[in-house]
């Protein structure tokens, strides 16, 4: 009888040691395929700050292939790198604006100038010409309302845009900043 039961529990240290071996093993199998899982994920991420960061390039966007934690942060990096976009495109559009309105101001300088130039020359000129002078110079003052009023709008958009694109490049050093402590801490194999 104390054989049996010897025999039995030698068994059964046995099969719990067997049983430890096996969690043991499908233990680190899990830990090892979740690591792969999230390496792969950062590595993705990583090249996509790398290739933006170096390329300027905020076209570019990071591949989601899961929708865990890695996929939602993937999602918001691209859709932050979509923002990044529309805000460099809106400064664009404003620099452009801003360049035609200089184009407009250079040219109804240049009209004024030919207009003051022309007025002086017939100053002389009979007392009709002295009325249509008058209102002349009416419309030069209107005008050059006008031109300061379009030139202060145009500086409030240059310094606006100047703001964006200061902004812009902050935040794009500080994920080149996240991407480079990133890169030094990689969890090796």
């Known amino acids: 009888m104390t054989s049996q039961v010897g025999a039995r529990v030698e068994y059964f ?12 093993v499908l233990a ?9 899982c999230i390496n792969r994920s950062l590595k993705r991420m990583t090249e996509t700050f790398t290739a933006i960061v170096e390329t300027g390039d905020f076209t570019k966007s990071a591949v989601i292939k899961n929708n865990d934690e890695f996929g939602v942060t993937i999602r918001a990096f691209n859709g932050l790198v979509d923002s990044f976009t529309c805000i460099i495109r809106a400064v664009s559009v404003s620099s452009n604006k801003l360049s035609g309105s200089s184009r ?6 240049q009209e004024i100038h030919t207009t003051i130039g022309s007025q002086s020359a017939n100053i002389g000129q009979v007392s009709a010409a002295a009325i249509e002078m008058s209102q002349t110079v009416a419309l030069i003052s209107e005008n050059t309302s006008k031109i300061a009023s379009a030139a202060d709008d145009a500086r409030m958009v240059a310094v606006k845009g100047a703001d964006v694109v200061g902004m812009t490049g902050n935040e794009v050093q500080q994920i080149a900043q996240v991407v480079r402590d990133l890169e030094i801490t990689k969890i090796p194999f």
């Open 13 to 24: 240290k046995k099969l719990l040691l067997a049983v430890t071996a096996v969690i043991i």
């Open 28 to 36: 680190l199998a899990i830990s090892v395929t979740t690591m792969v």
């Open 104 to 109: 407009g101001l250079t040219g109804t300088a």
